[in-house]
């Protein structure tokens, strides 16, 4: 899959600097994209293009500062991308978070719902103009297994479980995709969930984990164990970009569709 060439395509990633991210932005690196890589620690993306620049030292990166928790950041962004006025062939909607229940952006919604769904879909109006001036463009939606089974049920932020919030806020974001697509058919709208990976999704980052910490130091172990490596768990994502159709969906084609290479569904058959 990573023979396919990139060359002169400019790619926006959310979330470089977790697991998942790393992984897909050293995949898309060595396919030759040029990378436009929005992250919020300084430190993560001095490491992460340490990283990139030995396994691929021609790389095209581009660290821009963005905190997916406050839209006034994505606001900025986007000012400084539009008036750059170039072409952006896609963006990928990758980063995420998995915390506790309670906790409020700072223009005062519920942190899942921000982090989530409102800023990712925020970026995305935003950027339309550049993506509309690329020849083929393409928006994935790294969205997750929960959004399909596992939603709040209607229950209010107070009294939903993080798990619940998270999958709710996950599904939002693929509802509001889905209608952002109707209205630009000449846009590409596809999505990808990895399955389970043992991430920093469980760990918290550098978030408040939604975990207690003698529950994580026996399941991540198994989870490492049991589950796909976030180098294997990322391929639906790129096979997503690579190959996938508008409205379709790569997820793992075997057992309970956690592990296996990917397959493609429409997306509508897991709503
Ligand atoms: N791991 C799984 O089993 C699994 C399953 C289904 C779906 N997913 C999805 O896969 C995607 C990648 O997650 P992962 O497993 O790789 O987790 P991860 O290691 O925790 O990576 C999450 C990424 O999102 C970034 N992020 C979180 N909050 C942010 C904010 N406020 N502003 C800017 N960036 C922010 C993190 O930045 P920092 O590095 O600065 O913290 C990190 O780069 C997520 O969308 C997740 O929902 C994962």
Not at 23 to 35: I, P, V, Y
Not at 116 to 130: D, F, G, M, V, Y
Not at 158 to 184: D, V
Request: hydrophobic share 45%; charged share 15%; net charge positive.
């Amino acid at each position: 899959m990573h023979q396919q060439s990139l060359a002169g395509k400019r790619i926006l990633l959310t979330g470089a600097t977790g697991s998942l991210g790393r992984k897909t932005a050293l995949a898309l690196a060595s396919m030759g994209a040029a990378l436009l890589l929005p992250v919020r620690n300084p430190a993560k993306a001095t490491a992460l293009e340490m990283e990139l620049q030995s396994a691929v030292p021609d790389a095209d990166i581009r660290f821009l500062t963005l905190d997916m928790a406050d839209e006034s950041s994505i606001l900025s962004l986007a000012e400084q991308l539009c008036a750059e006025n170039q072409p952006l062939d896609a963006m990928i909607h990758n980063a995420g978070v998995f915390t506790k229940a309670g906790l409020a952006s700072p223009q005062g919604t519920e942190w899942h719902q921000q982090v989530n769904a409102l800023s990712p879909l925020l970026l995305t109006r935003k950027l339309l103009p550049l993506l509309t001036l690329a020849e083929a463009p393409a928006v994935v939606t790294v969205t997750s297994l929960s959004a399909f089974w596992l939603t709040d049920g209607g229950k209010s932020c107070n009294s939903a479980s993080p798990t619940q919030l998270y999958a709710a806020s996950k599904r939002q974001f693929l509802h509001e995709m889905q209608s952002l697509a109707q209205c630009h058919p000449a846009i590409r709208f596809v999505y990808a969930h990895p399955g389970v990976c043992a991430t920093g999704l469980f760990t918290g980052g550098t978030h408040q984990t939604a975990y207690n910490a003698g529950f994580l130091k026996i399941a991540l172990p198994l989870m490492k164990l049991l589950f796909p490596a976030p180098k294997n768990a990322c391929r639906t994502t790129l096979q997503a970009l690579l190959h996938g159709k508008s409205g379709q969906l790569a997820e793992p084609g075997g057992l309970f569709h956690i592990w296996g290479k990917p397959n493609f569904v429409p997306l509508e058959k897991r709503m």
